[in-house]
């Protein structure tokens, strides 16, 4: 069963319970229109989370929700699509991102939602993506100028970040040979070059680099045998963090590669719930 299909069924099989908008533009890049899928629980005012997709920051789509059971938890989701590496290099995809949480504050109103706090959650490239949106409130250049809301904060509360990057600039020495044929490829289109030939664009892209004492806390789950992304990069995040004494948990899949059903399971649903009903509260 794909992602997407497991989805669609839980959200059959909260019935009423759930409901979906799908394609809200949030925003606009130039001609392209940047859309966002809305899933909210029946309950009134819910807490919010960004879902931040993976696909090498070159593929994916918002309709990919692995996180699609904390709905019956009682969280509404924005599953949010941004331009891709293949439509635009780093850090367009922050920009994005950024702008579509400031529509949803705007938004709150319209669309039932409690926005006083928001978490971001997001999977290998989205979970990178989600970090950086993370530590880097208010950095002028990664704010950017997209949408119609720059009034609106695009502070999140709440972190989770599945197998994700960290740094950029030390990812590719601490990939398998394996991990290299994936990543180089894909860092050269979201940088537009190795990160060694863009050093200042790839620290800009490092979560480790902003991380600074305001920052919210952070969740990584990461599986031990990733062969994508290296797990030395969720250990480097977290030792970041605890050197600033900031809130920071690491939970380690004995085994696991890089994704897959173990990482959305019910007990690690229940653990990302916990997270953010105690960061959001």
């Not at 180089?184 to 480790?208: R, T, Y």
């Not at 952070?218 to 900031?246: V, Y």
Request: with cysteine.
């Amino acid at each position: 069963m794909t992602m997407k299909a497991l989805f669609f069924g839980l959200v059959l099989a909260a019935g009423a319970h759930a409901e979906t908008q799908t394609d809200i533009e949030y925003a606009r890049a130039g001609e392209l229109v940047l859309k966002l899928d809305l899933h909210r629980p029946q309950a009134a005012n819910p807490s919010l989370i960004v879902y931040v997709h993976g696909g090498a920051w070159r593929a994916g789509s918002k309709s990919d929700v692995p996180i699609a059971s904390l709905l019956e938890m009682g969280f509404a989701i924005a599953s949010v699509d941004y331009r891709l590496s293949t439509q635009a290099v780093f850090p367009a995809q922050i920009h994005d991102i950024k702008a579509a949480i400031r529509f949803l504050r705007a938004k709150a109103s319209e669309y039932r939602l409690n926005t006083e706090k928001i978490a971001i959650i997001g999977s290998s490239a989205g979970g990178h993506l989600a970090a950086l949106v993370g530590v880097t409130n208010g950095h002028k250049v990664l704010e950017g100028r997209i949408g119609d809301h720059l009034d609106q904060s695009s502070r999140v509360d709440a972190i989770v970040s599945f197998y994700g990057a960290s740094n950029l600039q030390s990812i590719l020495a601490q990939s398998t040979d394996f991990g290299r044929t994936v990543r180089i490829p894909a860092l050269k289109l979201l940088l537009g070059d190795l990160p060694e030939k863009k050093p200042e664009l790839a620290k800009l892209a490092s979560p480790v680099t902003h991380l600074d004492k305001a920052d919210p806390p952070l969740l990584l789950i990461h599986g031990d045998a990733d062969p994508q992304m290296p797990p030395e990069q969720s250990r480097e995040f977290l030792s970041a963090c605890e050197t600033l004494k900031l809130r920071a948990k690491l939970v380690t899949l004995p085994g696991s590669r890089h994704g897959g059903e173990e990482f959305y399971d019910a007990e690690r649903s229940r653990l990302v719930a916990a997270f953010l009903n105690e960061a959001l509260k």
